[in-house]
């Protein structure tokens, strides 16, 4: 029996692709978030506005990184 030597290293590609999908996770559990505190009866707007905010971040590190991933067509 041979055990694994360890861990292989990951790429700068794999790790980015790890990445993305971590803020992508994240992203939609502040959608369902943002979704619930719409639904309560007295929503706190400042909470919600810090959410959205803070949603739109993830959002462009997203872009940022799926531009990395797939190459301009173009470029």
Do not use: C, F, W, Y
Not at 25 to 37: F, G, M
């Amino acid at each position: 029996m041979n055990a694994p030597s360890g861990p292989t290293a990951m790429n700068h590609e794999d790790v980015l692709r790890v990445r993305l999908e971590v803020l992508k996770r994240q992203h939609r559990d502040l959608d369902i978030a943002i979704e619930a505190l719409h639904a309560a009866v007295n929503p706190d707007q400042l909470t919600l506005k810090r959410l959205k905010k803070q949603k739109l971040m993830l959002k462009d590190q997203i872009a940022r990184i799926e531009d990395e991933l797939i190459p301009d067509i173009l470029a």
